[in-house]
């Protein structure tokens, strides 16, 4: 559906998803791009130095292959997933030798295999009190806001065919934070377009919650001043936490659904928008259904619901509010 209106559709899995053969049906049945879960993290692929090992993302990029379906690395970098010892490094040009090599080695290695790869996630946050709103982590620590070309530039380098994508969260909701966070990741992308960092795409995680306050207004001047960058814009990991909705199965899902609604009607108007990714395909497999995240929990227990597909692989009215939103915008 998405692929006539030439945006493409999918959604985040993990390797031992492969072992469900009900989940792998309904997955082929639905999307036509999957994008690694936690496979293409640094600090998975090599916890120990000197040894990395590709076998789990091997999988996920031959799986994508042998079905047609596009493939999406998620990430290159991300401040969560550094490896241990790489935190230990003290010498920067060591440091930078390590890092550099491991995102050549990663992106060539799938050269021509992979649409698009988030190069860097969620390197903004405005408790750090810089600025320029940059996170005070690792590789800040180590080399300063320069790292952030040295990463494009590499990715580059090493996959010229691939678009490449910073990607982040929390600019969605009509709030003071938000806002900030907006303006922080436009100054951001503002930066790296003019020193001629190959910044593709921008990333919108899009994790949404039920009662958070949104103006559609607001958020669609918001993607314009983004896209008027010549910045492309993808929804990434799209899905709804349903804690502040009642129990109620039908009740919830229609909320569930009205928030997927209201988020992506002004969002898929925007012509730059190439196409939206769930953060899962189906409550079976949620990391909202995990809990990772305390504001994840509802207060009576119940397990969330908060994607296009049920537990049982069965579709709810967050699947047709999707469907109807794309159906929406004119064809690409």
Known sequence: MAAIRGLFYGAAIATRHLNDPAFVAALLQECGMIVSEWEAQWAALEPVRGKPDYTALDRLVEFAASNGLLFRGH??????????????????????????????????????????????????????????????????????????????????????????????????????????????????????????????????????????????????????EVAGLGIKLMITEIDVTDAAAPGDIAERDRQVAAEYERFLAPTLKNPALIGMLAWGLSDRYSWIVRGTEPYHKRPDGLPPRPLPLDADLKRKPAWQAMADAVIAVPKR
């Open 75 to 224: 990430s290159g970098i991300w401040y969560k997933r550094v490896p241990d010892w790489f935190g230990a490094i003290n010498d920067r040009a060591e440091a930078e030798r390590l890092m550099l090599e491991h995102v050549q080695a990663k992106f060539s290695r799938y050269r021509g295999r992979v649409q698009s790869w988030d190069v860097l996630n969620e390197a903004v946050d405005l408790r750090s009190g810089r600025p320029d709103g940059l996170r005070r982590e690792v590789l800040l620590d180590k080399f300063g806001p320069g790292y952030i070309d040295l990463l494009f530039h590499a990715a580059r380098a090493a996959d010229p065919q691939a678009l490449l994508c910073y990607n982040d969260y929390g600019v969605e909701y009509d709030t003071p934070w938000h806002a900030g966070r907006r303006e922080a990741i436009l100054a951001l992308l503002r930066g790296c377009r003019s020193r001629g960092v190959p910044v593709d795409v921008f990333g919108i995680q899009a994790h949404l919650r039920i009662g958070a306050r949104f103006n559609a207004d607001i958020w669609a001047r918001w993607l314009d």
